[in-house]
């Protein structure tokens, strides 16, 4: 058909060169010749159709390039992705068969449409990729979060040593402001020597290594023990499989540490504890058998010491029974209504020896009223034996212990009055602290550590009561317990 | 007159024990509370051997047996110690340091510390180290 087209166009094309070749050649003519003949006609008339034909062609030719244009024109401002590489936008106009633009306006509409088409694919996968990079973004943040809760400070460095990661506790523990994302090297940023060798020390193992150790990480009195996991890492780089880096996990072992050695000092103190009673009672057992008493009153003197150790002996033994039965929450506690004073009578006698030996002042000024109290008899002594000893221990010699009881409101009060060391405001507050004891005052009396965590527990869990010290450093403290009234004021009998 | 013990413990009845077991061997025996009383004692009297406990109030039985061999004129007392505590003694630290003749680990048997004393006393050495217990 193009081929029809084509001949044709150049059909008409040669004819009105001949046409005007002709017409050109008459005109030359006439002017020579004069009056024109019938074959003068005759080329004019084929002059005019050669002319006629020529406009005609002319026309076809500017109405195609016009509507070509205006193909295109529409065209550009049709969105490539708007066009279908099959079907016909609706918005473009149609050029005709005979259109010699047509062919050119197809390819172009099909380069255009191809290249839309490349833009939309393009454009899914870059939606693709902003959306899983959300997604790593969302996670990195959720992981960075949950790192940063972690209370275990956590560092990672890469294959070149470079800090990539840190937990909030890690910077704060290591006085760091930087999270890993700018790749310092370790050494540089975090100041302990021994965590960045074993860190480093990790990272160069040729194989995947797992290994921990226990640090002592910081100064002096702020410092504390760290359990220090180090294990290898991959490499960051994807293909870097030879090298990898290191990650530590720290977790915070100073209470489980300060637990083991205040065991160990319980330990000690507990066997100290029953070796003084026991070393009275093998030495006079000895003397008795070896017949070192010279005389009756010396032999029951020595029988005396024995029984008095063993006693001794026994209430350690029961201090310790009973703040494992506490612990263990298997205490039975039977309360009966009981004359407070009656109890803390009996306390005071059997402290009353021990005063007289460190020659302290004992004075009993206990209530004359009768003080009922619904309380487990057993235990209430214990708990004033404790203190009535305790006193006794921190007073120096010649100093004096006032033992108090009073009612007050819907309370029953007793308090142990010392003129002993007295208690630092720190150490107020840590005494009922089970193997607490007072450094400084370690050496004037030996102790276990369970005599006021156990008072506490006596006065407070088993009795809904209460226990406070007032205490001046150098000076001497006051112990009081108050316990729910149940009695009757009556005056007492003794 | 015998030879001068000085016995130094806050264990009134531990120090009693002892000091009847050492005086009916015929020592002359001083008692002591604590380690200052038991310095003030040895510069007034000069005992030929102390037997002290380790740990007592205001001063201890190491900080005592030290006092005792910075001055000149104690430095050669030979001492016996006694101990109620465990683990946390180091035993060759105050032996070898301060000189002390032998540790006791309480409760102790008084014949055998009567023993080391005269050994301690005629030999300047103990001849049966083996009677001695350390935890």
């Known amino acids: 058909m193009n081929r029809i087209r084509s001949i044709s166009m150049l059909a008409w094309l040669v004819a009105g060169m001949v046409c005007t070749w002709v017409g050109v050649w008459a005109v030359g003519w006439l002017s020579l010749t004069g009056l024109p003949t019938s074959q003068d006609m005759l080329l004019g008339v084929g002059f005019l159709i050669t002319s006629v034909s020529a406009g005609v062609w002319m026309m076809r030719l500017r109405r195609d390039q016009q509507a070509a244009l205006r193909y295109f024109k529409r065209l550009s401002h049709v969105e490539p992705r708007d066009l279908g590489l099959e079907d016909q936008p609706v918005n473009l106009p149609v050029l005709s068969e005979a259109n010699a633009w047509r062919r050119v306006a197809e390819r172009l509409q099909r380069t255009a449409a191809e290249h839309g088409q490349r833009i939309e694919q393009a454009e899914h996968a870059r939606g693709v990729a902003e959306a899983k990079m959300q997604r790593l973004r969302k996670s990195n943040e959720q992981l960075r979060a949950i790192l940063d809760d972690l209370q275990e400070p956590v560092i990672a460095i890469d294959a070149f040593d470079e800090l990539v990661l840190t937990n909030a506790s890690a910077r704060e523990l290591f006085c760091v402001d930087v999270d890993g994302l700018e790749q310092q090297a370790i050494e540089s940023i975090v100041q302990c020597k021994t965590l960045v060798e074993a860190m480093l020390d990790t990272r160069r193992r040729k194989t995947s290594t797992q290994r921990s150790t226990e640090l002592e990480i910081g100064i002096d009195d702020q410092s504390k023990w760290y359990h220090v996991s180090t294990r290898t890492i991959p490499s960051m780089a994807a293909d870097d499989t030879h090298r990898h880096g290191a990650v530590a996990v720290l977790r915070d072992v100073s209470g489980h540490k300060a637990a083991q050695k205040r065991n160990a000092e319980f330990v000690s103190s507990v066997s100290h504890e029953m070796k003084t009673p026991l070393a009275g009672i093998r030495a006079y057992a000895e003397l008795l058998a070896d017949g070192d008493a010279e005389d009756d009153a010396a032999q029951e003197e020595f029988l005396r010491v024995i029984l008095t150790q063993t006693d001794r002996l026994q209430r350690l033994v029961d201090n310790l029974l009973n703040l494992a039965r506490i612990e263990a929450g298997v205490v039975n506690v039977s309360k009966q209504p009981c004359s407070l004073n009656e109890v803390l009578e009996e306390a005071f006698q059997v402290v009353q020896p021990t005063a007289e030996a460190k020659q302290i002042e004992l004075t009993s000024e206990l209530s004359p009223l009768y003080l009922g109290a619904l309380i487990d008899r057993d235990m209430i002594l214990q708990l004033a034996i404790n203190l009535l000893s305790n006193a006794i221990k921190y007073t120096p010699q010649g100093g004096a212990v006032r033992f108090r009881s009073r009612m007050k409101d819907n309370e029953v009060i007793f308090e142990v009055e010392d003129t002993g060391v007295g208690l630092s405001e720190e150490d107020r507050e840590k005494v009922f602290e089970k193997f607490y004891r007072v450094k400084k005052d370690r050496k004037m009396a030996q102790g276990t550590g369970l005599g006021l965590p156990l008072a506490k527990h006596i006065v407070e869990d088993m009795h809904a009561g209460q226990i406070e010290v007032q205490s001046t450093l150098g000076r001497g403290s006051t112990f009081q317990v108050s316990l729910p009234s149940s009695g009757q004021i009556n005056h007492s009998s003794s | ?135």
């Open chain 2, 1 to 135: 007159m015998g030879q001068r013990i000085l016995l130094c413990d806050d264990e009134v009845h531990i120090l009693r024990a002892t000091e009847i077991k050492l005086s009916r061997a015929g020592f002359d025996v001083v008692c002591a509370l604590d380690g200052e009383e038991a310095w003030e004692e040895i510069e007034r009297t000069r005992p030929d051997l102390l037997i002290t406990d380790c740990q007592m109030p205001r001063l201890d039985g190491v900080g005592l047996v030290k006092r005792i061999r910075s001055c000149q004129a104690t430095r050669d007392i030979p001492v016996l110690m006694l101990t109620a505590k465990g683990f946390e003694l180091e035993r060759d630290d105050v032996v070898t340091r301060c000189g002390v003749k032998a540790i006791m680990a309480k409760p102790f048997s008084p014949r055998e510390l009567l023993q080391c004393a005269q050994d301690v006393l005629t030999h300047g050495e103990i001849q049966q180290k083996p009677m001695l217990q350390m935890d």
